[in-house]
């Protein structure tokens, strides 16, 4: 005999849960929105963009440093996932520039910039980071042996061409996508090996680049 579910049953359970992860989904698309327009705007102005009461958000996210902390830390995730996928491309040059495309395409970089600073990260995100700087040490390492990466180029000069794409941004969110690739496209024809002269200045320094993460105020 078929067994019966309802409303309090597993049907009714599932049904709940549905709904939950639906509506963190709609909060982190709505919290990415606003806090790229604006990273000092309420969580209040998240709710209203998500569509969801303020009860179900501080469920979810008890105040806005917890919202700001897992969208950054979503977004590393999903670029340590993209390098260590990278790793297992044969071609060292391919490896990396479609790591650099993917990420750009993803757009990690324009919610983590604009976020830096504005919250104190977790020992897990600190963990994740310093995994995210093997993998990128490793991808330029590779790309060098290759002869395919011009020498004076360094690991944490990516985080200058991840950055100066994501700052390309145009109302159409589909032409912001094409002159993105464009502006990563010319940055890769200076980063081969065969590009023209030395580049101006001492690379970034290990480190150098992290001062915004650091809590102010």
């Not at 990278?86 to 395409?105: H, K, N, Q």
């Not at 980071?129 to 020498?151: K, N, P, T, Y």
């Not at 145009?170 to 010319?186: I, K, Q, S």
């Amino acid at each position: 005999m078929p067994q019966r579910t309802d409303d309090n049953g597993a049907a009714g359970l599932a049904g709940r849960r549905g709904r939950a992860a639906r509506n963190d989904a709609a909060i982190l698309d709505a919290a990415r929105e606003v806090f790229l327009a604006d990273p000092k705007a309420p969580v209040a102005a998240v709710a209203e963009r998500a569509g969801v009461g303020m009860s179900a958000l501080y469920r979810r996210y008890p105040g806005k440093e917890d919202l700001l902390r897992k969208l950054c830390h979503d977004g590393l995730r999903h670029w340590i996932e993209e390098a260590e996928a990278a790793e297992t491309e044969p071609d060292a040059w391919t490896a990396l520039t479609g790591f650099l495309t993917r990420i750009v395409d993803a757009d990690v970089h324009s919610l983590t910039v604009h976020l830096a600073g504005t919250f104190t990260p977790t020992e897990e995100m600190r963990r994740d980071a310093q995994r995210a700087g093997v993998l990128m040490d490793r991808l330029v390492e590779r790309a060098h042996a290759a002869g395919r990466l011009r020498r004076d180029v360094v690991a944490e000069d990516m985080g200058l061409v991840l950055e100066s794409c994501a700052a390309v941004r145009v109302p159409d969110p589909g032409r912001t996508g094409e002159l993105r690739r464009r502006c990563l496209a010319m940055l890769l024809a200076g980063l081969a090996a065969d590009g023209a002269g030395p580049l101006p200045g001492p690379p970034p320094a290990p480190g150098e680049l992290e001062w915004r993460w650091r809590r102010s105020g």
